[in-house]
């Protein structure tokens, strides 16, 4: 039974007193939204993502974009997202993917939540002209330090460290997978991480050629799909990451669709070329904590010992309990993924409506990591809806050692957060394979777009550290006196562990 | 332009400069402290250190002030020597006995001996007891000094009108809020004799005016006395608690006695590199260490993370075989050591040793982060 048309999202107009007819609007939308007719640009409306491609390639800011040009009547309830999502499966039957994060209308907890800094009693430390460290190791670390004096006085260390990946900031980019996004991305992102002392993940498809220059700050994800997994990929990451969940999708797998498995990505990711990546729910070889202690060992076991593991899991509500299990394995770090987690393609229920958020999930794992006197050996990586140096300083006096960023990684390449990841068309040359497409982002130059992101964020770090008196950042971590609480309810506050405005020391 | 900064409005980022490295020291004044050993153990008694306390008078505000000595109890030297405040000698005392008695005997309880000063307000009755405590009545394989952790922590969250601030064997905490002459004065401490002395003069900010924030803070047989403010208290007060210390003290002060404890007693380290991990050397200076001593300095900063102490301060920090100056890892307060004879002298001002001393061998300031120790032989 057809229902006509919905309204359109976008309004798109040409000012063809400024258009010049250059062509440029036409040549840059996969969509398919311009298209010349005589002396004039004309426009399908319908076609457009709001992913500013033909704005930012307009050489006469001759295209002006409107969202929402016809809205419904306005209903608190039934919200345009409500209706359009209804109208969109009665007309399909099936379940509605979306791209990008959480689009929830609440407000961040990082919004609520403010940082302190020194006056008169202690004086602030300026990082321009004093020492401040940033650097941060990952991995296990010993509960205490054993030595042993020897005869002549010289000290003897009797304690021996495992290996830890050496960051120079506590930033480091999540995992996005061949696939989802694009070599040249994933090139992007592997040299600006690597110019900053960082790592970044690989997700789960595999690890491509061109990115073996980058692989000593690469960590290499086994998901449940096992995609492009065999002792080669595990050998040449810096660390292995176990996928068990994210944050966008708790309790599911990830959906690759067949569109963007090309020739290349079919190759690394050891699938069929068009075959949609459907990652099992479950690990099939884990069902328990004992199974995934196991897989831990097993992946150890295979790289001799050498490489840190992580297990990463979504923040969901008794993440703090799972989160203790996983550190009392042999993992020598635990991600946690918060709900505003980012993805390519996730079902719009899941994203908006599976997990919870970092900030309290971060206070949770740390505190029952502590109550069980293993928050000390072992490290706490915090994602999911991190947007600024600010949310990473919160994050980790909450209590993580470091943070992955996806999303604000993609921006500084030119991603507008349109949401269309999951169509394979994405005109940034980020979340597609279209050779054409993913020509427009040339990782030669747009590396250093990444390097400068974390540099800077880095670099805001360190003054909001000295402000604080901090000059190192072991004396952040978990240090949530110096966060007070605005605008929180105190059942928040007690899960925090974080005082009010106006409370003193 | 400033190189290091871009504007908001500006696309184009601007190439930033790494942080500069021109590290410097910063007097900043608040509270002063000075300490003695005599490395024969010969006794000293507190006249000198009171005058030499006095002469800061411009580091504190008349609102704390104490002293410690150890070797204060010869004749009750396998007892522990418990201090407290009590608010009346009715409520609290009877049920602070009855815990007592619990895990212990009570040898000697007495009044501490005070003089009334006219500037100096009464605000708790000071008194003490000689305690032998008996690990097996816990049954475990609790020591005394668990047992004496676990009253400290009873009494001090569960018991109203009650603060234990003093627990160790042969050791005398004496502290009160008022100037450090008024203080000395009004507990006698020239009566007392000892090998080595702890004293502070406190310009209270966080607990003002209160008798239990003044310094010394003590924890069994470790004494600490503390200029500065600790940043990050909150990280080693979270990391602390998770080896089942509590912090009931209101104040960063005490995390320093815990700390050492656990470093130093409970994980066995020794001294110097218990204080290494409270004040490491930067990255840059252990990565360039020569091999060994690089494995060493990276380990301790790796594993006790939790324990560095940011912020500026300078603490000495002593038990019975000893004292210890250190201050944070870039001196943001002062700390002076000297050298006459048999005795080490660490304080916030040389002035105040000369008071004590007046001919030093050796005078010195001490590097940031460079622990000053002062062993009896």
């Not at chain 2, 201050?327 to 304080?347: F, M, N």
Request: charged residues 20%; proline residues 6%.
């Amino acid at each position: 039974m057809p229902i006509g048309s919905t309204p359109p999202k976008y309004r798109v107009r040409i000012d063809n007193d400024r258009c010049m007819l250059c062509e440029q609007c036409i040549e840059n939308c996969p969509y398919g939204t311009f298209r010349k007719e005589g002396n004039k640009i004309l426009v399908n409306s319908r076609a457009c993502t709001g992913c500013h491609r033909c704005i930012a390639m307009c050489p006469r800011d001759a295209i002006d974009l409107e969202e929402k040009p016809v809205d419904y009547r306005s209903h608190p309830i039934w919200t345009r997202e409500a209706r359009e999502a209804i109208y969109n499966q009665a007309r399909t039957g099936k379940i509605i993917l979306a791209g990008m994060g959480n689009i929830l209308e609440v407000p961040p907890i990082f919004d609520r939540l403010l940082l302190d800094a020194c006056q008169v009693t202690n004086p602030s430390i300026d990082p321009l002209r004093e020492p401040m460290e940033l650097r941060t190791y990952i991995g296990k670390k010993p509960s205490k330090v054993e030595v042993a004096t020897k005869p002549n006085g010289d000290i003897e260390l009797l304690t021996h460290l495992a290996p830890n990946l050496k960051c120079e900031t506590p930033i480091m980019i999540g995992h996005m997978s061949y696939g989802a996004i694009s070599l040249n991305a994933q090139l992007s992102l592997a040299r600006g991480a690597a110019a900053q002392g960082t790592f970044m993940g690989t997700g789960e498809g595999g690890l491509h050629k061109h990115l073996y220059p980058y692989q000593d700050h690469m960590i290499v994800q086994v998901a449940s799909g096992r995609f492009g997994v065999d002792i080669d990929y595990l050998e040449r990451g810096a660390a292995i990451e176990i996928k068990i969940g994210q944050g966008a999708k708790p309790g599911i797998g990830g959906h690759l669709p067949g569109e963007k498995v090309d020739e290349s990505v079919s190759g690394t990711r050891m699938i069929p070329v068009s075959s949609d990546a459907i990652s099992p729910a479950p690990h099939h070889d884990i069902y328990s904590i004992e199974d995934l202690a196991q897989l831990v060992r097993g992946l150890k076991e295979a790289t001799e010992w050498k490489k840190p593991v992580f297990v990463k899991i979504a923040a969901v509500h008794n993440v703090a309990a799972i989160a203790s299990g996983i550190a009392r394995s042999s993992a020598d770090a635990v991600v946690i993924d918060g709900f505003r987690g980012g993805t390519g393609a996730a079902p719009r229920v899941f994203r908006d409506h599976v997990g919870i958020p970092i900030e309290a999930a971060v206070a949770a794992v740390d505190e029952k990591l502590r109550h069980h006197g293993v928050r000390n050996e072992v490290s706490v990586i915090a994602s999911g809806g991190i947007r600024d140096s600010a949310d990473v300083t919160k994050t980790i006096a909450l209590g993580a050692d470091a943070v992955y960023i996806g999303t604000a990684a993609l921006i500084s390449l030119g991603c507008r957060v349109c949401g269309s990841c999951y169509r394979g068309l994405c005109p940034w040359g980020i979340a597609t394979q279209r050779p054409d497409l993913v020509a427009r982002l040339d990782p030669d130059i747009m590396w250093e777009n990444v390097s400068n992101l974390i540099n800077g964020w880095t670099l805001e770090i360190a003054e909001l550290m000295g402000a604080a008196g901090i000059n190192s950042i072991e004396s952040l971590r978990g240090n949530r006196d110096r966060l007070r609480a605005y605008m929180l309810d105190e059942n928040l506050m007690e899960v925090l562990d974080v005082k009010t405005v106006g409370a003193g020391a | 332009m400033l190189s290091h900064y871009t504007y908001f409005a500006d696309i184009s980022c601007l190439e930033s400069l790494k942080w500069g490295k021109a590290p410097f020291t910063i007097c900043g004044s608040m509270c002063g402290i000075i300490s003695v050993i005599d490395r024969s153990g010969e006794p000293m008694n507190g006249s000198a250190i009171k005058n030499a306390l006095s002469l800061m008078n411009e580091r504190g505000n008349g609102e704390g002030a104490g002293y410690a000595v150890y070797g204060a109890y010869p004749d009750y030297a396998d007892y522990y020597a418990l201090h407290l405040f009590y608010d009346n000698l009715v409520e609290p005392k009877a049920i602070v006995e009855q815990e007592l008695e619990k895990w212990g005997t009570i040898e000697v309880s007495e009044m501490i001996p005070t003089s009334e000063q006219p500037r100096l307000r009464r605000e708790h009755i000071p008194w003490r007891y000689f305690y032998k405590p008996y690990p097996k009545s816990m049954g475990t394989a609790a020591t005394e000094e668990d047992i004496l952790i676990h009253i400290m922590n009873k009494i001090n969250t569960e018991i109203p009108g009650a603060l234990l601030f003093s627990t160790g064997k042969n050791i005398g905490i004496f502290k009160a809020s008022g100037w450090p002459e008024d203080v000395a004065e009004f507990y006698r401490i020239q009566d007392y004799e000892g090998y080595q002395w702890l004293a502070h003069n406190r310009y209270p900010t966080n607990t003002s005016g209160w008798w239990g924030g003044a310094h010394p803070f003590n924890l069994l047989d470790w004494t600490v006395v503390h200029n500065g403010e600790i940043t990050s208290y909150g990280t080693n007060r979270r990391y602390l608690e998770s080896f089942g210390y509590k912090c009931t003290m209101y104040t960063d002060t005490e995390v320093v006695a815990y700390l050492t404890d656990l470093l130093a007693r409970r994980h066995a380290l020794p001294l110097e590199l218990a204080l290494k991990a409270l004040a490491p050397p930067f990255w840059d200076e252990i990565d360039n260490m020569p091999e060994n001593e690089r494995q060493l300095n990276t380990t301790i900063r790796m594993a006790y993370g939790s324990a560095l102490m940011n912020g500026p301060f300078a603490i000495v920090v002593a038990n019975s075989e000893g004292i210890a100056g250190i201050t944070d890892r870039i001196k943001l307060r002062p700390l002076v050591a000297a050298e006459a004879g048999e005795r080490l002298y660490i304080s916030s001002e040389e002035a105040a040793i000369r008071v004590m001393e007046q001919d030093l061998e050796h005078i010195w300031m001490p590097r940031a982060g460079e622990p000053v120790i002062g062993r009896v032989r």
